[in-house]
């Protein structure tokens, strides 16, 4: 498929979206919470690695998911996988401690994601979920080798002000060398036309920016859009030094 096209179709999507999630925040309805099976991380954020070639590249690395919903509650989650590979993987969500309740609509919206299992409040595991928001993370500076985020950063969280906050974040916490990576995501000139603000202050701390195009028959979990990878540079140079 053309660049065009997929660009075309990548804004027909988040023409849909956004008026959409402008409404039902409109009516001050909280962020639905969702969750995605490790396929689905899988394919859409690691380049559809076979799960052993992926368990043996993360093994020695750190990984946050932001936003991650209730993810971290299926047995089928990327979050539960890396728990039983012995992979360094936290989830980071406002409400993960505070109990999410479960019901029929929880158990429909984890199959509509191309999950087998469904929430389950007694699963174990959960000492790597943190309660916090995306811009005030309670890590060290330069501790984590991956961020990845699903259906929040650039659908849920839209704003240019707010967006340049939490990338400052996500800065803090990378290891140089270290990368960024979200989905779904508009193509990069509607990215930078929409975030003018988030754009320049990434040229500025030297991000290199890569996209991929993804269009599945699940619409609802993964529409004709783009995963965005963000990689900080490793060459820092620290102020006041040469
Ligand atoms: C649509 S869900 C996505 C869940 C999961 N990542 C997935 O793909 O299914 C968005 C989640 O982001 C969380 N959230 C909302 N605002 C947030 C913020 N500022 N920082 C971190 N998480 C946030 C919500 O509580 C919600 O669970």
Known sequence: MSSTLQRLLSHI???????????????NIPVISTTRPLQF??????????EETLAKEL???????????????IEDSMYQWCQRQGI???????????GFKFGTF???????????????????????TI?????????????????ISCWLIFSWLRSDAI???????FDRVLKPGGSIRIFPTPDLEQLNRKFPGLATQLESD?????????????????PPSFATFFVKPTDITIPGEQ
């Open 13 to 27: 999507t988040f023409g849909v979206m956004y008026p959409s999630l402008n409404l039902y925040e409109s009516m």
């Open 41 to 50: 991380y899988r394919k859409t954020l690691f380049n559809n690695l076979p």
């Open 59 to 73: 093994q020695a690395q750190t990984i946050i998911d932001i936003g991650c919903g209730l993810t971290p509650f």
């Open 88 to 98: 360094d993987f936290y989830a980071v969500d406002p409400k993960v401690k505070n």
């Open 106 to 128: 929880d158990r429909i919206k984890s199959y509509a994601t191309g999950a087998k299992t469904t929430p389950n409040p007694n699963i174990g595991g959960l000492d790597k």
């Open 131 to 147: 309660a916090s928001y995306a811009n005030d993370l309670p890590l060290e500076n330069q501790s984590v080798d991956i961020v």
């Open 163 to 169: 967006l340049k906050e939490v990338f400052k974040e």
């Open 206 to 222: 030297g991000y290199e920016i890569k996209q991929k195009f993804f269009m599945t028959g699940n619409l609802a979990s993964v």
